[in-house]
């Protein structure tokens, strides 16, 4: 780093020491990573002692063109400022540098020099970086986090899991976050440098990366590519042909990766789940406690009303603006909020998925959950969109032969169920519903949504549906491939006899609600007895459904029930989704760091129909970048594809193997192993032979 024949022969950033101390020894143990409002130790390799009344001088460097200058100080000062302390042992000079817990995160460079009495440089050292993330466990950080298990799931942990399905039939994906891996967090650096507020003014932007309520908001923008360089397309239904199916994603890192190599091109294609967990990844790295939230029966409510508007036909595609995912996928980061009155420290909702603008841009958040709770919806940033995605009422409505509207019902606890985050006790979920939202029916709910400015539910145009029917739709838990049936039952708990036009309608939707294509219709006309049930039984074959069911494998059904003389029909609605089978992934033999391991991957075809374009793709943070294995011919049904893989573990620790398998019919298959991966240690009584 500096010429031998001057004063200053050289400078140690002591890496390994500073790293492991900062706890950033995953990311890097060359280059020195460090987190601010936490001291650190670099040595300057002297020729000699330091000249009589000459001194060092530290200064920092950050943007591309010294956009920001600092001079680190001599003695400490303000607890706003970089400083400096200095110690002479033998030939050379340890100084430590200390950090404000509000300093700009990003890449410094740092320069050394040797000053004059005078004034006067008479060595600089300038060839030196460094990079500096923000600190949880530093009190005084913005983003201090006082829970040692919440640290270490919401920042070290490189493996999460990601829920998905229906409120009632919750199912879970494994997802690589891998944030450590190798180059990942200057792809995150990256990512900051090409925002649209970097560009603008550099300067500007690089000042206001102290704060993290900025940062955070900087990348729910930049993970989504609407409107700017970000890093991610969404695409909401097939075909994905020239580019990569959302589903196929299990991990980060290659989307990160690809995004970079490609020079800062957008990645094809993503949806809320992917977004979410890109961004998760990219806040952990720089430090952010981050995790990642399901929230089933998601409601997208687009004119700002706290209502989710259906008009149904039972003829076409529902027609409305707004819409109610089967889930939505955001993350929460944890942060103090100095820019918001107290009480809403803590959680954060930021959502990356390109929904709606706020502000111009494409991004959502930080909102804080206790904001959404309680109802305050006057906070920063977005909170009546969030509060109306868990909050919303769902109202059915109709169009009569004369054009007017009629409301057929109205759903008021729906929405906002269940909502989802992985324990930091190990791959279980854990409900966060009661952080977003008092229990329902509670006088205290009654409270918030008067606050929020919900509507009162009225009666379906003065009047009310008959009271003496009751519409049920009961399914089993079918497997996407086999036939299935679903009944239909209408209860007539009233003294009479009643006559009903039932029409029941199945159709395959994607999990926002995109509708496919319809598997199934029927309808007749039944005569239900007093005090009885009709049941009417529909048979859904993999023939039909199969043709137009999308890669989320969901089908809704509809029934609505018109009881003559009547004027308002009761209606009900259910979301079948069908299990997917799941991969074999065994590891054979115990795994040590930088020792080839082998895993073999299996599979049993489940379909009654042939599959072709198989495919196996595989990562692992700390094991393999993402790899694919394609399978030649065709699988015939029942048939078992079997394959092997060998690898060499980088990093010890306990890390996970995620696979997922594609091909024509069948997609979204996924599977998992547990990898232990340990340091092989050589026997001390062989270390002391070598040595006499």
């Known amino acids: 780093m500096a010429n031998h024949n001057s004063f200053i022969v050289d400078v140690d950033l002591r890496s390994h020491e500073n790293n492991l101390a900062h706890r950033t020894r995953e990311i890097d143990r060359e280059r ?38 600092i001079k680190v100080q001599r003695e400490r000062g303000a607890r706003d400022r970089w400083w400096f302390n200095q110690q002479a042992a033998q030939s050379e000079i340890l100084m430590t540098l200390h950090s404000p817990a509000d300093a700009i995160i990003g890449h410094y460079r740092l ?59 919750i199912k879970s994906i494994p997802w690589n976050y891998g944030q450590f891996e190798d180059f990942v967090m200057d792809i995150c650096f990256e990512v900051l440098d ?94 952010i406690p981050t995790r990642l939230i399901t929230n089933f029966t998601s409601a997208h409510d687009v004119d700002g009303n706290l209502s989710i508007d259906f008009v149904e036909d039972f003829e076409s595609r529902e027609e409305s603006k707004d819409s109610s995912w089967n889930f939505h996928c955001w993350i929460e980061s944890w942060m103090r909020r100095d820019d918001l009155p107290k009480g809403n420290d803590g959680w954060q909702v930021l ?52 054009g007017q509207r009629q409301k057929i019902s109205v759903d008021q606890r729906t929405v906002g169920r269940n909502i989802s985050t992985k324990s930091i006790y190990g791959d279980i979920r854990e409900d966060v519903t009661l952080l977003y939202k008092y229990p329902e029916g509670s006088e205290k709910e009654r409270e918030v949504y008067e606050k929020a400015g919900r509507r009162v539910t009225q009666p379906a145009n003065g009047s009310a549906a008959s009271p003496q029917l009751n519409l049920l739709i009961k399914h089993p838990s079918p497997v996407f491939g086999t036939d299935f049936d679903v009944i239909v039952e209408v209860k007539n708990e009233g003294s009479d006899d009643a006559n009903v036009l039932l029409t029941v309608r199945g159709v395959a939707v994607t999990y926002n609600s995109l509708h496919q294509g319809e598997c199934q219709r029927q309808m007749n006309n039944v005569t239900v007895a007093a005090r009885s049930a009709h049941k009417e039984v529909l048979r859904f074959r993999y023939e039909d459904y199969a043709k137009c069911v999308s890669e989320h494998h969901l089908i809704r059904v509809k029934a609505l029930a018109e009881a003559h003389g009547d004027s308002v029909p009761i209606m009900a609605v ?97 599977g998992v192993a547990t990898v232990v991966v340990n340091k092989r240690y050589r026997k001390m009584t062989s270390l002391l032979s070598e040595n006499f």
Not at 41 to 64: A, R, W
Not at 159 to 164: E, F, Q
Not at 256 to 271: F, N, P, T
């Open 32 to 69: 020195l990573i460090v987190r601010r409002g936490q001291p650190f130790s670099i040595s300057v390799q002297c020729l000699d002692s330091l000249p009589p009344i000459h001194q060092l001088e530290l200064v920092l460097h950050l943007g591309k063109r010294d956009d920001v200058v």
């Open 111 to 169: 320069a050394v020099l040797l000053m004059s009495p005078d004034g006067r440089i008479m060595e600089k050292v300038d060839e030196i970086s460094f990079h500096l993330l923000f600190n949880p466990w530093c009190k005084d950080d913005a983003v201090y986090l006082p829970d040692e298990r919440l640290l270490q799931e919401y920042i070290m942990n490189e493996d999460g899991v990601i829920y998905m399905g229906t409120w009632d039939y």
């Open 194 to 287: 090409n925002s649209k507020e970097a560009l603008k003014n550099l300067k500007r932007d690089i000042e206001s990366r102290s704060d993290p309520v900025y940062i955070s908001r900087m990348i729910t923008a930049m993970v989504n590519a609407n409107g700017d360089r970000g890093v991610l397309i969404g695409r909401w239904r097939s075909p994905y042909l020239d580019g990569v199916a959302p589903n196929r994603w299990t991990g980060s890192v290659p989307i990160l990766r690809q995004w970079s190599k490609a020079g800062i091109r957008a990645v094809k294609y993503g949806q809320c789940w992917v977004f979410a967990g890109v961004a998760c990844t990219v806040l952990r790295c720089l430090g």
């Open 351 to 402: 959502d990356p998925t390109p929904q709606e603008l706020s502000d111009g841009e494409f991004c959502c958040g930080p909102c804080p959950v206790s904001a959404i709770k309680e109802g305050n919806l006057g906070v920063k940033y977005d909170a009546p969109f969030i509060f109306a995605e868990v909050n919303a009422d769902i109202i059915y409505w109709r169009v009569l032969p004369g």
């Open 574 to 670: 259910a979301d079948i989704p069908l299990s997917m089978p799941e991969l074999h992934v065994q590891v054979l033999g115990k795994a040590f760091v930088w020792e080839q391991l082998t895993a073999y991957v299996s599979f049993t075809n489940p379909l009654p129909v042939p599959l072709t374009g198989g495919v196996f793709t595989l990562e692992g943070a700390g094991l393999l970048s993402d790899t694919q294995i394609f399978v030649d011919g065709v699988i015939s049904p029942g048939q078992k594809v079997s394959v092997k893989i060998s690898f060499i573990p980088m990093r010890t620790g306990v890390r996970k193997l995620l696979v997922d398998f594609d091909s024509d019919r069948l997609k979204d298959v996924k």
